[in-house]
Structures are given as structure tokens and as C-alpha cells.
């Protein structure tokens, strides 16, 4: 734990623009630098850093925060983690702070699930050369599938011995508890049959959940060990062939990928992932040669897994068995790694092969050859899949047209989805423009979903849903009830704040000057006249309280509750709350807003072009944004009222309406008039 006085000591010192500057080349423009995004590909900048504010935000895809954001998102650190990486670059001492009790049984906690993880993990390796069954049984089944001394030590593959408990045993004189050994599912216990009264022993029954199995390691992407992934040896028939760790506090399946330790910084380098099925896949590829390979380690590929690719490239190229289950598996993939925005291509290998038997067979060079030579575009490869089952079925193939436009209109890239459609109509022999009108429907309908998802669920956008409501786009031929798949998110470069420019803007002169001190002068009853100062924020609060408005727009209202409640607690509200507000929406949308003036200004100041900033007229920009937020909110009541009066029942009904109407629409002149003045 770090004291607060140290973490304010480190927040002090570092300088966005400098971190920032560490990872991506930025430029000073005006008050601001811009660089390249580097978190979604982009080739004409719209990356800002704010150093007199301290933040950052990407106009394209959203992404924004403060200094240690940017490392957690960037470097993928923790929270303590990227405080020490700052206090290591500013050269500030650390003083760790005493942790609470249950901090520490937590952090303990975490702390033991890690140990024994690793503990595991070295005794399955030593095994594995030194003990005679290790050898014997493990270590001539990786040679036997041709794997080497050198890259078995470098995914740490190791045996489990074929007794009931020898892990368990060994593991327990080590300290280990049964709790930390149940947890991590390393150890498997059953409660004592309690109908045998015969039995004597009514202790838990232990025993090793990999027994007999050749054991792969699965790593975090800093090196940590995390689970375990075993292959059976023996032909029992009953026994699975591959067991996994549960999940646990330290692991997740669906977060991981296996090999991505091993392979980030060749995914880096050559901006590209190869995603196949199996670990010895993955290890056979990165023996061949080609170390930029991951695999998702026992589920079907997750929405989490792909971001995981994401943060070190867009390109990923699936590599499937031509068995119909590989096809299968690689359908499935398309529409998720497409809605996340990644650029998919496909190889099929031969009937029968996989990446790991045909490097086998043919050497390094031949598969390294093979991959470079057949790739095919993902759509292609899907129209082509299915319009092998549709023969010459009108019906099927009008199926085959809707499902293949669905899945184009998941690109985000206009150019991209152009391109595919023109292959598509060629492959498919349907007009171009049919092609392009039925997509131009369901990219509408995508988006309009994505506008619904957000007004419901503000603030959910980075978590993954948990309905089950499967939209059209999301069904393949072989939906299987068992995979995890989250729903496709609308791609975060669709993201745009969509609440009416009034409500913006009033939300926007909260956030960047609600602590302004505006002064006003009034007669007194004695003849002189009286000085009243105010904030903006108390101006904006006070004077919609009072007519009791609220913001249409779910992100301004949330901004603008938390200004009422700050205030009515007695407190200054500080906008900087939402640069580290754990909502990433609310977050994107705050910073944006603070961010959206300095941009405005940056541009006339580069064409030359005087403006009067905000401050040298606040006063009259906040009446007059005031007035408009109301006009609107009168416009939606006028509205509500006329739709009222159409499906209106009986005379006193209506009465009371035509009341209400001429009441607002009086309202709405007296508003108009006042912004005439104004503006005027
Ligand atoms: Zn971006």
C-alpha cells in the first residue's frame, strides 16, 4: 500500500505530456499535443494530451483518463503498479503504507492463490526431467510430438504424477493449505459418503485434479502463473482429454489466451496474431518459427480474449482444421472479432491437418510458406463456407445474402465494408446495389441499437452483457449453448456523445468553469445598490432546481446530480472527479466536454481568427445557454402535450390540456424573448 501523501507526491510530478510522450511521438499544438492514437489504428491524429489539465482523450475511439489511465490501459498495469513505474521515473521514494486487516487477508489471499500456482508449476517442470515416471511418460510424450528441450522450458510444461494425491501431499508439507490448494483447483476434495456408516474415516477425501497428465502452464501477460491446462495420457475412454483449472481470484478463461506471454512482443513486432485452437498449436507454431501465436484456452473465443489481442494489434489471422468443427469453430469467431474492429483474415489447413500436425509433416519452412500463401479474406471465406450448403435454394440463399450483409456491417470501416461488398455481390452474383442497400439498413439498425444500449445502460459500455437477447447478426449456423460469447459492442470508433447541443453545452460550462465567481448588482430597498456573488455551478443548480428541469441526455444528467449533491452536502464540486471516475462513458463523455473548448480554440487560432474566449463573456453564455435548455425542455413538454390531446378521451380531459398548451406555448414566447435579448 502507498500513502496518500506519496501518491499525491507522484501525481504532482508527473507530467502527462512526458509519460504520454514515452510510448507515442506527440506534437505541440497550442496548448495542447496531439499524437496518433494508440489505442485504435489510426493514420491522421486525434490523440490529445492536455498538460495544464493532466489529461488525455482520443476523439476517435474514446478512450480518456489521467497519467495512470494511461498506463493501466497502455502497459496494462495495475493501479500500484503504474504509481511505482511513475515514482520510479520521477525518482520518489516509496513509503508503504501499514494495510488493514482485511486488506492484508485479501491481498494474502490473491498473494497465496499466485505462490502455490507457481510452486505448482516449477515442481510439474522438475518432475518432468527428474523423476523416472516424469521422464518415462511426460517427457517422451512432448518429444513424441516433436517438441524441443529448449521450448518446453519456455512454456514451463511439466508432469503430474499418475498417483491420487502426490501433488497434494507435497504441496501440504510445503505449508500449502487445503483451502489455497481448493481454490486454485489444483486439489480436488469430496465430502465422505455420509450414508456409509461402516466407514471409519469421515474425513474429506483429497486427491490431484491432473494426476496422469502432461501439464502447460497458463501465464499472464506478465509472466505470472495463473492455471493450468492438463492432457491426458492413458486411453481411458472416460477421462477428458484436456482438464483446465477452474476459475478462481487469479483466473479467468475467458481473459486469457494461451501463449500470449510468449508471443506479445512478436505480436508487437510483426503486427499480426495468429489465433489457433490447441496449446500444442501454439507451441509447435513458436518451435516453427512463428512465435506470434495465441490460442483461447478452453472456451470459444471471448470478446475480453480479442481486446487482449487488440492492445497489440488490429490484424489477426484464424487458423482453422478443414474439419467441419474447425470450420464451425472459425465461423463463430468472425462476427466478435469483427464487432471489436479487428482486421480478420483465415487460413484452412488441408482435411485432417492443423497447424501442429502439418509443421510436423512438412518442417517449418513449408508451414511458414503455407500461411503466407493462403490467406483468404474472412468474408470471402464465410460466403464461400456457406454458399457451399445452399446449393440452389432461393430461400437459402436469400438467408445466406441477409446473413452475410449483417456480418459486413459489423466493419467498422466504411471502406473496408465497401470493398467486401463488391467481392460479395461478385461471389454471391446478386446486384451490387441490393448488396449495399441491405447493408446500409443494417449498419442503421446496428447503430440505433448501440444509441438504445447506451441510453439504457449508461456507463455498462466496457462490461460485457449478460442478456442472452442474441442479436440477428450475432446467429451462426452452429450457435453452441456452451460458449462464452459476450454481445458484439458497437466499435468504440462509433462513439459519439449524442445529448442536444444545449444540454451539452450547459454541462460543459459546468465542468470547465463551475467555480467562476460571477457578480451580480441589484437595488437595494435602501437605494444603494447590492453586490451578490454566486459560482456558475450554484447559477446552474439553483436555477434549474427551481423549475425542477432534469437533462434528457442519461451522461449530463449524471454530471449535473453530481453538482447538486456536492453542493447540497456544502462542498465545492470539482470536474476533475470525472477524470478518474471508474464509469468509463460517463468518463469519455466528461473529458470530451472539458477537452472541446481548448480544441474549438486551437483551430481558430490557427486560422488566425480572433475569438472572445468564454470567460470574457460567462455571464451572458451561461443566461443564454440556460434559456435554451429550457426552450427544449418546453419543446418536450409542448410535444407531450399535443400527443396527449390526439388520443385525448373525454371533454375535461381536455380542457385540462388546452390549458396546459396555452400555458407553455406563453412560457416558450417568454423564453424566446428573453434570448432574443440576449443574443441581441
Ligand atoms: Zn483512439
Avoid at 276 to 297: L, W
Avoid at 624 to 634: D, H, N
Amino acid at each position: 500500500m502507498i500513502d496518500q501523501e506519496t501518491i499525491q507526491r507522484i501525481m504532482d510530478a508527473a507530467r502527462i505530456e512526458e509519460v504520454i510522450g514515452d510510448f507515442v511521438s506527440l506534437k505541440k499544438r497550442g496548448a495542447n499535443h496531439i499524437g496518433c492514437c494508440p489505442f485504435h489504428n489510426e493514420k491522421t491524429p486525434s490523440f490529445y494530451v492536455s498538460p495544464s489539465k493532466g489529461i488525455f482523450k482520443c476523439f476517435g475511439c474514446g478512450e480518456a483518463g489521467d497519467v495512470v489511465a494511461f498506463l493501466k490501459k497502455h502497459e496494462h498495469f495495475t493501479y500500484p503498479e503504474a504509481l511505482r513505474w511513475l515514482a520510479q521515473k520521477y525518482n520518489i521514494e516509496i513509503r508503504e503504507e501499514e494495510q488493514t486487516e482485511e486488506q492484508k487477508e485479501r491481498q494474502s489471499e490473491r498473494d497465496a492463490l499466485f505462490h502455490v500456482s507457481e510452486f505448482a508449476q516449477k515442481y510439474f517442470a522438475d518432475l518432468l526431467y527428474n523423476d523416472e515416471m516424469g521422464r518415462a511418460v511426460g517427457l517422451s510424450y512432448f518429444h513424441s510430438r516433436g517438441l524441443s528441450d529448449e521450448v518446453i522450458k519456455n512454456f514451463g510444461l511439466g508432469y503430474c504424477l499418475d498417483e491420487w494425491s502426490n501433488f497434494t501431499d507435497y504441496a501440504r508439507r510445503n505449508g500449502y493449505s487445503d483451502a489455497v490448494l481448493e481454490k486454485t483447483g489444483l486439489t480436488i476434495f469430496k465430502e465422505p459418503d455420509s450414508s456409509d456408516k461402516s466407514s471409519a474415516d469421515h474425513r474429506r477425501k483429497s486427491y490431484d485434479r491432473f494426476r496422469g497428465r502432461v501439464m502447460f502452464p497458463i501465464y499472464s501477460i506478465s509472466g505470472r502463473v495463473l492455471g493450468f491446462s492438463g492432457r491426458v495420457l492413458s486411453s481411458e475412454k472416460q477421462a477428458a482429454k484436456y482438464v483446465n483449472s477452474p476459475d478462481s481470484d487469479i483466473y479467468n478463461k475467458s481473459r486469457i489466451l494461451y501463449g500470449l506471454y510468449q508471443a506479445r512482443s512478436a505480436i508487437a513486432k510483426t503486427n499480426k496474431c495468429y489465433l489457433v485452437e490447441g496449446n500444442i498449436d501454439v507451441i509447435s507454431m513458436h518451435q516453427s518459427g512463428v512465435e506470434n501465436t495465441v490460442a483461447s484456452c478452453g472456451t470459444s473465443l471471448t470478446t475480453e480474449q480479442i481486446r487482449l489481442i487488440k492492445r497489440y494489434t488490429p490484424n489477426v489471422t484464424v487458423l482453422y482444421d478443414g474439419d467441419s468443427a474447425g470450420i464451425k469453430a472459425a465461423l463463430r469467431a468472425v462476427n466478435l472479432l469483427f464487432a471489436e474492429g479487428m482486421h480478420v483474415r483465415v487460413v484452412l489447413f488441408p482435411d485432417g491437418e492443423d497447424p501442429d500436425s502439418y509443421a510436423q509433416k512438412y518442417g517449418s519452412t513449408k508451414l511458414q510458406d503455407y500461411l503466407a500463401t493462403h490467406e483468404d479474406n474472412f468474408v470471402m471465406f464465410k460466403t464461400r463456407v456457406l454458399l457451399d450448403g445452399v446449393k440452389n435454394d432461393p430461400i437459402r440463399k436469400a438467408e445466406l445474402v441477409k446473413e452475410t450483409v449483417n456480418t459486413i456491417a459489423l466493419v467498422p470501416d466504411l471502406l473496408e465494408r465497401t470493398e467486401y461488398i463488391s467481392q460479395c455481390a461478385h461471389l454471391l452474383d446478386v446486384p451490387e446495389e441490393a448488396l449495399a442497400s441491405e447493408l446500409a439498413k443494417a449498419v442503421n439498425q446496428n447503430r440505433l441499437k448501440a444509441i438504445e444500449e447506451r441510453a439504457n445502460q449508461p456507463g455498462s459500455a466496457d462490461q460485457p452483457s449478460s442478456s442472452d437477447t442474441t442479436s440477428p447478426t450475432q446467429q451462426t449456423p452452429s450457435a453452441d449453448k456452451h460458449e462464452t460469447v459476450s454481445q458484439p459492442q458497437t466499435p468504440t470508433s462509433t462513439y459519439l456523445p449524442q445529448a442536444p447541443a444545449a444540454e451539452r453545452h450547459l454541462i460543459q460550462l459546468l465542468l470547465n468553469y463551475g467555480d467562476h465567481t460571477l457578480t451580480q448588482y441589484s437595488p437595494a430597498d435602501d437605494g444603494t445598490t447590492q453586490e451578490i456573488s454566486f459560482t456558475v455551478a450554484q447559477a446552474v443548480v439553483s436555477d434549474l432546481q427551481a423549475d425542477e428541469l432534469s437533462f434528457s441526455d442519461p451522461l449530463c444528467q449524471k454530471i449535473f446530480t453530481y453538482y447538486c449533491d456536492t453542493l447540497s452536502r456544502g462542498e465545492a464540486p470539482d470536474a476533475s472527479h470525472f477524470i478518474s471516475v471508474d464509469d468509463e462513458a460517463l468518463r469519455s463523455f466528461a473529458i470530451s466536454l472539458m477537452l472541446d473548448t481548448f480544441r474549438i480554440s486551437d483551430t481558430w487560432r490557427a486560422k488566425q481568427i480572433f475569438v472572445p474566449t468564454l470567460e470574457d463573456n460567462l455571464q451572458e453564455d451561461l443566461n443564454e445557454t440556460i434559456l435554451s435548455f429550457k426552450l427544449g425542455c418546453i419543446n418536450a413538454r409542448i410535444a407531450d402535450n399535443a400527443r396527449r390531446l390526439r388520443s385525448v378521451e373525454n371533454d375535461e380531459e381536455m380542457m385540462g390540456l388546452l390549458t396546459e398548451k396555452k400555458q407553455l406555448v406563453e412560457l416558450r414566447h417568454q423564453i424566446g424573448m428573453a434570448l432574443h435579448r440576449v443574443i441581441d
